[in-house]
Each structure stands twice: as structure tokens, then as C-alpha cells.
């Protein structure tokens, strides 16, 4: 169990511009998550996916937000045409099974930046 | 829409002193999760409420879960330094393994 990896860490790109971010997920947990966070709130809910379906998204997130999860293993979150506004830490996280056994274990983020 | 609010939002304390975090939500839900957060770290699960009545305990926390009252408690006993961080409650919305996160209460333990 090497736990929920996000690359990259950090990422500073210029408004207009697009930016893609990958998480590895535990390897057998069949639900992964994606949330933004802001300094000084609670995670955002994004979406979240159980194996490759995507079952939802959020109503706050905009068209130039994407995700995927091919074959029900990693993930990527696409922005494209980058605002300032998206600046924030994207948290990934995944989690298997039900009841007591079901907690999300989160990755470290990927920080974004936007001049 | 569930929402969730939890209070205080900053809470500084002194060691030794005990205090309680609370975690409002606006629609029913069975399952309740604490995380704690470090700052420029991830969350870290601390604690899992799946049914109304329940209690768990590690160290000085403790937290409980009222699905009547749409309530979850973090009670912090004899506080010390170590547990300073930001707390969040997360409530699933209704069976749908969707996660909702409270505003998170900053908690500083002074020496």
C-alpha cells in the first residue's frame, strides 16, 4: 500500500492555458475522488468516479473542468483555458468497500497556480 | 442540497483545558467522518460514525453522532499541543458515497 499519489505537486501555468493532473488511486479501491480546496476552507466536492464511470459532478464545476478514469485505474483532471479564480490545491482521494471499512484516504494535492 | 456547517471556526485553547467541536448538517445521512489536517499537508481519516449514538475514541478525542439531531461532537480532552490543526467533519449525502466537508475548525493549543 504506497497510498494515493498525485503529480505533479505543483503546477504554475498563465491564465489560458490548460493543465492536466494525474492521480494513482490505492491500487483495488474503486472509488476515487476529486475535491479543491482554498486556503482557509473545507475541501470542495468535484466529482468522483467507482471504477471507470463517472457517477457525478459537481454543479458548481464549469465546462473546462474534465475527468477520467480509463479502465478504472488512475485519473486525470483537465482545466482548460485556466482562470485565476481556479488557483487552489485539487485533492485527490479513493476509498473501497462499505460501512466501517469505507474512509477516504487522500493523496499530498497538486497545488495550482494561475498568473 | 446538504450542507454542513461546523463551529467554532477558530478555536484557541490552553493545554490541559477540554473543549467540543460541532458539526451541523442539513439532510440525513448514516455516515459521518472526521479528518484532520496539518497545515500545508493532506487530511488524515480520524474517525468513521456510521449509525445515530455512535462513539469513538482514540487519545484525548472523542466524537459522537446524533442522526436525529443531524449532530456530530469532537470533544477534545485535556488539550495539548500536539492536536493543534484543523478539523473537518465530511458527511455522506444519502447513500450516494458523495462526501461533504464542514468549514473546518482551526484549533491552536497554547502552551
Known amino acids: 500500500d504506497t497510498g494515493v499519489s498525485q503529480n505533479p505537486r505543483h503546477k504554475i501555468t498563465k491564465r489560458g492555458q490548460n493543465v492536466t493532473f494525474r492521480c494513482d488511486p490505492i491500487?483495488?479501491?474503486?472509488?476515487l475522488y476529486w475535491y479543491r480546496q482554498t486556503l482557509g476552507q473545507g475541501p470542495e466536492f468535484l466529482t468522483y468516479?467507482?471504477?471507470?464511470?463517472?457517477?457525478?459532478k459537481s454543479r458548481l464545476l464549469s465546462d473546462r473542468f474534465s475527468a477520467e478514469r480509463p479502465k478504472g485505474s488512475f485519473s486525470t483532471l483537465e482545466i482548460q483555458r485556466t482562470e485565476q479564480g481556479d488557483s487552489a490545491m485539487y485533492l485527490c482521494a479513493s476509498s473501497f468497500g462499505q460501512g466501517s471499512n469505507e474512509k477516504l484516504f487522500f493523496g499530498s494535492g497538486t497545488q495550482l497556480s494561475v498568473l | 442540497e446538504l450542507k454542513v456547517e461546523q463551529n467554532p471556526l477558530f478555536l484557541s485553547m490552553q493545554e490541559g483545558k477540554n473543549y467540543t467541536i460541532y458539526c451541523n448538517y442539513s439532510t440525513t445521512s448514516d455516515r459521518l467522518y472526521w479528518y484532520r489536517q496539518d497545515p500545508g499537508k493532506s487530511l488524515e481519516s480520524l474517525f468513521v460514525l456510521l449509525s445515530n449514538g455512535a462513539v469513538k475514541q482514540e487519545g484525548r478525542l472523542m466524537a459522537s453522532l446524533d442522526t436525529k439531531a443531524r449532530l456530530s461532537t469532537l470533544h477534545i480532552t485535556a488539550a495539548v499541543h500536539d492536536l493543534s490543526a484543523t478539523y473537518f467533519c465530511a458527511v455522506e449525502a444519502g447513500g450516494t458515497y458523495k462526501y461533504i466537508f464542514g468549514t473546518g475548525t482551526r484549533l491552536k493549543v497554547l502552551a
Open positions: 468516479f467507482q471504477n471507470e464511470a463517472q457517477l457525478e
Open positions: 491500487s483495488e479501491h474503486n472509488r
